[in-house]
């Protein structure tokens, strides 16, 4: 994977080792996806080749999809109707069909592909989503008294369309507002130490080293182990004891995001179109919306403070065979690091979960060890027979 790929998608992080790690993991007790996995350890691509059904034993629906985008498929599901894996899988037995709703989601897979292709050209229109909107039984009976509603971006966008910046001259101050191309260019690696809140009632120590272009490391010291999420400038994966995943494609161009250094720089070369709009209030700041979009690929979301320009929010997906993952990434707290203003909190929110990490101390220009970025070995092969 280079680098142009590096500059489209995203997801990454921390959390999903907790939750995705383990499960991929217990997916792969067959001894031929052991060595599989070990396959993709060396290979410096992350996507495997192989099929979903060529590694998973109980496959119907998803067959032909790359098997590494099973996981985020799976992800997806949970997230819209609101569950735990477990809610349609027997624990340690991911491919046996015991539960219902697990029967019922293949029926539900096609339903979704069928309306898709019967009223939507075969665009993915309607996902899982668009009905269960996070529970498992979707409502049929609109509520009363409901005051809620959608964002109101159409009504918003149009009625300010004389005042709306342009989108590249707002990626041109949030430039400015860091500090400039030159300074940016000046700091080479970061050191960052500081503390994760969030997950677990615990506040655990997290430790992040960053190297130019793009090659990131975090570590976060859990009771249970280190848990990493790193990026090579390659290939992203996520770890925690005696458990590796390797990021596919699409997670590991999130994760390549995170690493780069002078993304600032970069961002504006990341979409051919870009567009803005009034954004919502992140914190009591105003803030315009800007927004990257590519052919084929999910769109990036960036809202910048009206004020400082600066970088609050970022809101990134990662595409699944059934629809798109979000992440949002709040960035606060911004000081001065050697000429450069860099955030010393952010929040990243996920369906279903959301921790915050907070700087204390900052290093830059200090020598990082190339070391830390090699992916650790896969998980030791079980025993021969
Ligand atoms: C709403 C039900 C539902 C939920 C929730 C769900 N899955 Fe699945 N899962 C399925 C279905 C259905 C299949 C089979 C798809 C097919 O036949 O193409 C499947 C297949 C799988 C497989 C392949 C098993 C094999 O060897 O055949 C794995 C691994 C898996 N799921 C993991 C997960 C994980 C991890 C989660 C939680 C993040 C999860 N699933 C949540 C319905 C669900
Ligand atoms: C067009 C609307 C629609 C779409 C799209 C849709 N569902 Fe459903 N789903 C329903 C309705 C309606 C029910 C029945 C609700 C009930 O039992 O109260 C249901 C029920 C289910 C159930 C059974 C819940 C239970 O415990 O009884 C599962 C599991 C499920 N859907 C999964 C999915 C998955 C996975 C997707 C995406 C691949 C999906 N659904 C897409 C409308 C939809």
């Not at 994977?1 to 067959?30: G, I, Y």
């Not at 070990?38 to 080749?49: L, V």
């Not at 709306?164 to 430039?175: F, G, I, Q, R, V």
Request: hydrophobic share 40%; proline share 7%.
């Amino acid at each position: 994977m280079n680098r142009t790929v590096c500059k489209r998608l995203f997801v990454s992080t921390l959390f999903v080792v907790v939750a995705l790690v383990v499960v991929a993991a217990r997916a792969q007790n067959s001894p031929q996806a052991a060595t599989s996995a070990a396959g993709a350890g060396q290979n410096s691509a992350p996507s495997a080749a192989k099929t979903a059904s060529q590694q998973f034993k109980n496959m119907q629906i998803l067959k032909d999809v790359p098997a590494d985008q099973i996981i985020p498929a799976m992800q997806f599901i949970s997230a819209s109707l609101g569950v735990e894996c477990e809610y349609c899988h027997v624990e340690k037995a991911f491919d046996k069909d015991d539960k219902k709703p697990k029967v019922t989601a293949r029926k539900m897979m096609e339903m979704m592909f069928n309306i898709n292709r019967e009223n939507f050209e075969d665009h993915r229109e309607v996902t899982c989503f668009t009905c269960h909107q996070g529970g498992a039984h979707p409502a049929s009976i609109p509520a009363v008294g409901l005051q809620e509603r959608l964002p109101e971006m159409t009504k918003d966008a149009a009625s300010s369309e004389a005042a709306k910046p342009w989108a590249e001259s707002l990626l041109d101050k949030y430039l400015a507002a860091v500090g400039g191309a030159g300074a940016v260019k000046r700091v080479t690696s970061r050191v960052e130490k500081g503390s994760l809140t969030g997950l677990g009632d615990q506040t655990v120590a997290i430790e992040i080293f960053a190297k130019a272009p793009d090659k990131r490391i975090s570590v976060v010291h859990m009771k249970e182990g280190e848990s990493v999420t790193a990026y090579n400038g390659k290939v992203g994966w996520l770890s925690v004891p005696r458990r590796v995943h390797m990021m596919n494609a699409a997670e590991s161009a999130g994760a390549c995001l995170d690493a780069d250094m002078e993304f600032a720089m970069h961002v504006k070369t990341l979409y051919p179109k870009w567009t803005t709009m009034p954004g919502e209030k992140i914190d009591d700041h105003e803030t315009w919306l800007v927004v990257g979009r590519k052919e084929g690929t999910p769109p990036l979301k960036l809202y910048f403070d009206q004020n400082s320009n600066l970088l609050l929010r970022m809101v990134r997906y990662t595409d699944s065979p059934l629809g798109y993952n979000p992440t949002q990434i709040d960035y606060a707290d911004y000081r001065d690091a050697g000429g450069v203003k860099i955030p010393y909190r952010w929040t990243i929110s996920r369906p279903g979960n959301k921790f915050t990490v907070q700087v204390e101390q900052v290093e830059q220009n200090v020598p990082v060890d190339d070391a830390k970025f090699v992916p650790p070995p896969p998980p030791a092969a079980p025993p021969a027979h």
